[in-house]
């Protein structure tokens, strides 16, 4: 019989396999509780007061109209709200927040959107109500800095540049300067939103007496807001739990506290009751994260035979003026192509907008665009089909790093992308393909996403009802977490999926990492899989125990298979074996953290993108037509899920290419299209057929399940796909996103 519990994972027979999402029917019945849709006894509801203003003072607030509607119980702002205690922006500490100023900390405006007071009230209505009749009077100052796009060239725009932030390798300007065939072009990318479904919200609840802070937010990571809100409240954090059962997604913009949540805990503690914050789409727009907006200028110089020698990748990327969130656009490029000679600078110019945040993946997604795009034009400078530049550049180990790929499957991708999508039958020349009215244009990127991992615990109990419970502190914001960790049970103990009970998103469970930077898949699983081992030894030493079913056998020597234990004659149901003692069940506890495996390989995802627009010049309309992808991201636990988080970067990298932009008026750096209505993204209609292929490579090096992760790659190399399949079509290099039909006139 095989042995479950020492399967090695590299014939498995749940994980890898399709399946349905285990939380699938409790999303759709309506049964999965949402934050927003959380109540609880006596709850009050905020409202926030946003600044109609991005760069002033708040002069005075008249609030007696406000105050004196029905149901509102008090209205707080700066003279009135506790002095709580900053945490600080430092990740290291697992306490970071996204934006380090408190809510209502002092009367300076550093964005339009900034919370200036909070209403609070017996009814959601209520609140809102009377939100809109405070009146803030402002000092508006001249001077606002709305945009580093406006300014590209003056010296104030140019930032600060940060001396940690970059790399080098060899000599780049003079390799540059020496070049045979070069590139050098500025590439700018407007703000984005991250748009998530579900807004942020929080439900904060004194108990105790005040000495328990219970918070229900919306979040990505439940360990990070429970320390930040433990610095700020100056409370134990084993006195404050945050749980997120449900997340109608997040981007990035739910990893971190937001100001919104201290407003609404600093409340509630003060009336003395529950109270929920849902933040409006306007001030979810606003004051609840973006992507900044980017400048970067890349150089690359090259041999006529195509082979890269020097790369050199500036970046400038917006901050706030109340903290230094940092967009690192140069961070995939040291290890993208194999060039001696390389260097990245990184540049932050703090502007009068809300403090920007990651937005799925941060920096690189931007990087990429420049980079890919550059590499275009260097194809087309020597005469060269783009896929051939790319191979003939291959980076056979990660030239940053020097150390060997634990797995990469670059080549593949391109090969079996271009061979699906009919690249052979491109023709190279300018607007040479046509389809009636419409001129179609080609083109491609590679794209990548660093692969890690976080430390990790996790919990399994084994229970007399034949069911199994993992439980771990991590979160589902939608992409399968809970269906993966039921997998990972199942594999390894042979329970069917509906045995299987899986808690995540409390911090009262073992510590769990965030869901970001697509690690959570790699860093959780094995964790799991340590504490389901770790259960099964438990049951093992039951069954062999005095009394036990395997009473005087050698725990060793039971093996696991389909929910039971068997010494190769009998076997007995987990259930049975805890009955024989009396037992209603048994504990397990597994953890996991990155280790020396780090210093032995590079762990990065690869993949290709070939794209086909449409473009109709009579009346400046583009279509994406096809968009055919290969990706390498080691085995995919659930395939449908990761196919679709594969998909879904797709479609937001059709926004980001042709859409999104986040339009703040360059007189007062006011955000103008705060709202669904404006800010464009890709609708149905926009959205062509994909076609995605999952190289099945598992990564082995990188843990037992060959897990890279698969979140964020997706979204990376599709812009630039676009914009050179537009500069196939129509000859013009379009070196600004999003591209607008106005750029296409
Ligand atoms: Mo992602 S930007 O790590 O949610």
Sequence with gaps: MNDLNQSTLDQPKVVGQRTPRIDGEFKLTGRAGYTGELSVEGMLYGYPVAATIAHGTLERLELDEALAMPGVVDIFHHANFPRLHRSPNSMGHGDQVSEVRLPFEDERIYYHGQYVALVVAESFAQARAAAQRVVARYRQEAGAISSLLDGAHDSHSEGELLKDAGTRRGDPEAAFDGAAVKVDAVYHIAAESHLQMEMHATLAEWRDGGSRLVVHESSQGVFYQRNAMARIFDLAQENIEVISHYIGSGFGNKLFMWPHAVAAAGAARELGRPLKLVLPRPQDMTSGGNRPASRQRLRLGADRDGRLSAVIHDSTT????????????????????????????????????????????????????????????????????????????????????????????????????????????????????????????????????????????????????????????????????????????????????????????????????????????????????????????????????????????????????????????????????????????????????????????????????????????????????????????????????ARNQVEGGIVMGIGMGLFEKLDYDPRDARLINANVADYIVPVHADIPEIDVELLDYPDFKFNEFGARGVGEIGLTGIAPAISNALYHATGKRYRDLPVTIEALL
């Design 318 to 641: 917006e901050t706030s003026l109340v903290d230094r969130y940092v967009d690192a656009c140069g961070s995939a490029t040291p290890s993208f192509y194999a060039c001696d000679n390389l260097a990245v600078s990184q540049r932050i110019l703090a502007l009068n907008h809300g403090t920007p945040c990651p937005m799925r993946a941060p920096g690189e997604v931007s990087g990429i665009f420049a980079l890919e795009t550059a590499m275009d034009e260097l194809a087309v400078a020597l005469q060269m089909d783009p896929v051939e530049l790319r191979l003939r550049n291959y980076a056979h180990k990660d030239p940053e790093s020097g150390l060997p790929w634990s797995s990469k499957q670059l080549d593949k991708c391109l090969h079996s992308a271009a061979e699906r999508f009919g690249w052979a039958q491109r023709d190279p020349g300018i607007g040479a393909m046509r389809d009636g009215d419409e001129i179609i244009g080609y083109g491609m990127a590679a794209c990548t996403w660093f692969a890690g991992r976080q430390p990790c615990q996790a919990r399994v109990e084994l229970r007399a009802d034949g069911t199994l419970f993992a439980a771990c502190g991590t979160q589902d914001i939608g992409t399968g977490t809970y269906t993966i960790v039921a997998q990972t049970v199942a594999e390894l103990t042979g329970v069917a999926l509906a045995d299987i009970e899986v808690k995540l998103g409390e911090t009262s469970l073992p510590a769990g990492p965030l869901s970001g930077g697509s690690m959570a898949t790699a860093t959780t699983l094995p964790a799991v899989a340590a504490a389901v081992r770790d259960a099964l030894g438990a049951l093992k030493e039951v069954a062999t125990g005095h009394g036990g079913v395997f009473a005087g056998c050698d725990a060793d020597s039971l093996t696991v298979a389909e929910g039971t234990l068997s010494d190769g004659e009998r076997s007995y149901r987990f259930a049975e074996v805890l009955e024989a003692m009396r037992l209603s069940s048994v504990n397990g506890q597994g953890s996991s953290a990155p280790g020396e495996e780090k210093k032995q390989y590079s762990f990065r995802s690869f993949g290709a993108h070939f794209v086909e627009v449409r473009v109709d010049p009579g009346i400046s309309r583009v279509r994406v037509s096809r968009v055919v992808s290969s990706m390498d991201i080691g085995r995919a636990i659930n395939p449908p899920t």
